[in-house]
């Protein structure tokens, strides 16, 4: 055998081992943890139990659910960075974790762009809803009340910087319309103030305005999300009212640190689109807020790569700041 020959030989010998080095078999050997950056019973974490339930029985290992809160579900992901990248922990995150904290926080802990996507779950939509009894009872009626009115309205948020504050802010570089911003600590005093009539409009998640809505203390007049969902059927979105690109969802994906062997992020990808695709799954999860919009690891990285200036350039017309 001439040198060149043995060279090659030896190349296809050991190429085996650097595969099996990358792809550890029988993954997943033991429990997995997955860490989660907002309070038990918080929508983000009843999402993740639910799923983790039935991809715990299709990967045949426990899925740990860990709560991590702080920082707007920063501190999960500041913990999940700091982990082996070998598939064991996992982080289910949403956008204001992954994305907007970059734009409004100062001194992130994290660096967003170090995390790898793992599969995209599906959205919360955000419902823009007034008090029962308002005089507007449209998106329509909404916009030109504002118009003619300009600084008069006023909107409810659960804090500077979350999404439902991008959320408006979007609708309003959309539409040109002037209306105040009334910032709250949670979404319970911000919807209470709307139904009490001392805020005139909200802009918050399924999850918190679907409760008022159902004995008319609060009347929803538009959703965020592409398409009607079934606890609003006759609510239209904002997309067949002509506003196709205003950050109106919340939406839930995976995630685990650089580096994971791509076996790994393949089996976990895998995993989560068959349970996504059931249907029991989906319906708890419909139930808890979330629809289904699954996306593989590709696809979610390209989401990303979208979401990210949209979400940039509306901070940038807010006129926020880090803080």
């Not at 007034?130 to 804090?159: C, H, M, W």
């Not at 689109?273 to 989906?282: H, M, Q, R, S």
Request: no cysteine; net charge neutral; hydrophobic share 45%.
């Amino acid at each position: 055998m001439n040198r060149r020959d043995f060279i090659v030989a030896s190349a296809i010998a050991l190429l085996p081992l650097h595969i099996s080095a990358q792809t550890p078999a029988g993954y997943p050997e033991k429990a997995v943890r997955i860490v989660v950056g907002f309070p038990a019973g918080q929508a983000t974490d009843i999402i993740a139990r639910i799923v983790s339930e039935k991809l715990a029985e299709r990967l045949g290992q426990p899925l740990v659910v860990e709560n991590k809160p702080g920082a707007g579900g920063g501190l999960a992901l500041s913990y999940l960075l700091r982990q082996p990248a070998d598939g064991y922990t996992v982080s289910f995150a949403n956008t204001g974790a992954v994305i907007t904290n970059q734009f409004v926080k100062k001194d992130l802990p994290y660096n967003p762009n170090d995390l790898q996507p793992v599969a995209l779950l599906g959205d919360i939509p955000l419902v823009l809803a007034v008090r029962g009894d308002s005089s507007i009872k449209s998106l329509e009626d909404f916009i030109n009340q504002a118009r003619a009115n300009p600084g008069k309205l006023s909107y409810a948020t659960p804090g500077v910087g979350t999404t439902s504050h991008l959320a408006m802010e979007s609708l309003k570089q959309a539409t040109g319309i002037d209306v105040l911003h009334v910032p709250y600590t949670g979404s319970s005093r911000s919807l209470s103030d709307v139904v009490a009539g001392n805020v005139d409009v909200s802009f918050d998640t399924i999850t918190t305005v679907y409760p008022f809505t159902e004995n008319g203390r609060l009347r929803p007049i538009a959703i965020g999300v592409s398409e009607r969902v079934a606890l609003l059927p006759d609510v239209p979105t904002l997309a067949e009212l002509g506003y196709r690109d205003i950050v109106g969802a919340v939406w839930v994906g995976a995630f685990v640190p650089p580096g994971t062997p791509t076996a790994i992020v393949q089996t976990l990808e895998a995993g989560i689109g068959e349970v996504a695709k059931n249907p029991d799954v989906a319906s708890r999860l419909a139930a808890a807020g979330l629809y289904v919009r699954y996306a593989d690891a590709a696809g979610f990285a390209a989401s990303l790569a979208t979401d990210k200036p949209k979400i940039q350039e509306v901070v940038k017309f807010s006129g926020l700041q880090p803080n």
